[in-house]
Nanobody, 113 residues
């Protein structure tokens, strides 16, 4: 099993930055992909960014060039720059091993205009 703990959410104004962190515990050696998803009110959960064990990354088109996902020592971070009101959502850390995926509890990000 893997447990994920996120931190770093908050309330910011449009154009500002936030950095989210995800710290896994448990069978962290088994993780091969980590990522960040978000869910806005009334919308489906969507992939924001992911990073594989080899460092390759994938981004949603809406955040490409503004957000950067990183991974070090089994931890993941999401640097969010030039935030927009439409980025407002609950952000979830995600990790997957060969058997299943795991979710964090989520952290709220609110961007005011």
């Amino acid at each position: 099993q893997v447990q994920l703990a996120e931190s770093g959410g908050g309330l910011v104004q449009a154009g500002e930055s936030l950095r989210l962190s995800c710290v896994p515990s448990g069978r962290i050696f088994s993780i091969y992909t980590m990522g960040w998803y978000r869910q806005a009110p009334g919308k489906q959960r969507e992939l924001v960014a992911s990073i594989a064990r080899d460092g390759s990354t994938n981004y949603a088109g809406s955040v490409k060039g503004r957000f950067t996902v990183s991974r070090a020592n089994a931890r993941s971070a999401l640097q969010m720059n030039s935030l927009k009101p439409e980025d407002t959502a609950v952000y979830y850390c995600y990790a997957a091993d060969s058997r299943q995926g795991y979710w964090g509890q989520g952290t709220q990000v609110t961007v005011s205009s």
